[in-house]
């Protein structure tokens, strides 16, 4: 997740905010990557290549939302289950 990929997009006064607003944004992803491939035994570029193949479709049609999705493939659904679930050793 890059900021780009924030809909809201806050805005400074000062360039220290802007320098500390990057920092935790970055800090934070390096967290969830680590998080991501100690949970999974794969790195983070396999893993992105691995669920980019599959997303979800959300229709609304007439007031009503359809949320529309292929089922994942077994590899796939024990890796969302590892990230989801993770079992980090001590």
Avoid: C, F, W
């Avoid at 983070?44 to 949320?67: P, S, Y």
């Avoid at 590899?75 to 289950?81: F, I, K, M, N, R």
């Amino acid at each position: 997740m890059s900021k780009s990929d924030l809909k809201a997009r806050p805005v400074y006064a000062r360039t220290q905010d802007s320098i500390n607003a990057h920092l935790n944004i970055v800090m934070a992803a390096l967290a969830i990557s680590k998080m991501i491939e100690t949970a999974t035994g794969k790195s983070i570029k396999r893993v992105v290549r691995t669920l980019k193949k599959h997303r979800t479709i959300e229709l609304t049609l007439n007031g009503t939302t359809i949320h529309a999705a292929t089922p994942l493939p077994p590899e796939t659904q024990q890796l969302v289950d590892a990230i989801i679930e993770p079992r980090i050793p001590h």
